[in-house]
Nanobody, 123 residues
């Protein structure tokens, strides 16, 4: 079973930056699309960004475009999320997941959810 471990969260001020990382163990995910999701208090989990297996295609939720950048390192079995110009509404627990294709990851992430990493953006 694949284990996903997210890290890099923290407390930042509005306009600040954070870089999240997700390490996968138990299976090599180089042939899978990978992505990030987030869940704010009292809200459903939502899609943030995804990247295909070769890093040729990247998808972002509209509110993240231009501020967040997803990347991956297949040799390390990791996916990263660089978050810039953070806003208080970005406060959430951030999770990673994977899927056979980038087109399926939003609706059908294949892995079990990890613990996530908390991102808090102060006004």
């Amino acid at each position: 079973q694949v284990q996903l471990i997210e890290s890099g969260g923290g407390l930042v001020q509005t306009g600040g930056s954070l870089r999240l990382s997700c390490a996968a163990s138990g299976r090599t995910l180089s042939s899978y699309a990978m992505g990030w999701f987030r869940q704010a208090p009292g809200k459903e989990r939502e899609f943030v960004a995804a990247i295909d297996r070769n890093s040729d295609l990247k998808l972002y939720a509209d509110s993240m475009k231009g501020r967040f950048t997803i990347s991956r390192d297949n040799a390390k079995n990791t996916v990263n999320l660089q978050m810039n110009t953070l806003k208080p509404e970005d406060t959430a627990v951030y999770y990673c997941n994977f899927s056979p294709t980038i087109w399926a990851i939003q609706a059908s992430p294949a892995g079990s959810w990890g613990q996530g990493t908390q991102v808090t953006v102060s006004p």
